[in-house]
Nanobody, 124 residues
Framework: QVQLVESGGGSVQSGGSLRLSCAAS???????MGWFLQAPGAERGGVAQISSDGSTTYADSVKGRFTISQDNAKRTLYLQMNSLKHEDTAMYYC???????????????????WGQGTQVTVSS
């Protein structure tokens, strides 16, 4: 079965950087992979997704600051987070879905498998 384990979260000052990792197992190479966030009291929202052909989609709020990538040999998904803002503070979740390509819209409901999340806290 698909297992997703996030790591790399932590605390950072505004303007700093973090790189989140998602170790994946039991998935197929053509899966759509994504990152989502959830702040307390809010719905889970999309950050970025990547298809197996390398095509990507980003939320407008992170475009130009965050980069999603994957290393299929290492079975790992990454989210490079630069120029972090206080508003980026949230739990970040790795997700996967057996679809190709990824959907036209960045939707949590399109993803079947989820990790446990990793906390990102950005101080002012």
């Amino acid at each position: 079965q698909v297992q997703l384990v996030e790591s790399g979260g932590g605390s950072v000052q505004s303007g700093g950087s973090l790189r989140l990792s998602c170790a994946a197992s039991g998935y197929y190479s053509r899966y759509c992979m994504g990152w989502f966030l959830q702040a307390p009291g809010a719905e889970r929202g999309g950050v970025a997704q990547i298809s197996s052909d390398g095509s990507t989609t980003y939320a407008d709020s992170v475009k130009g600051r965050f980069t999603i990538s994957q290393d299929n040999a290492k079975r790992t998904l990454y989210l490079q987070m630069n120029s972090l803002k206080h508003e980026d503070t949230a739990m970040y979740y790795c997700a996967a879905d057996p679809s190709f390509p990824c959907g036209w819209w960045l939707r949590a409901a399109d993803f079947s498998y989820w990790g446990q999340g990793t906390q990102v806290t950005v101080s002012s």
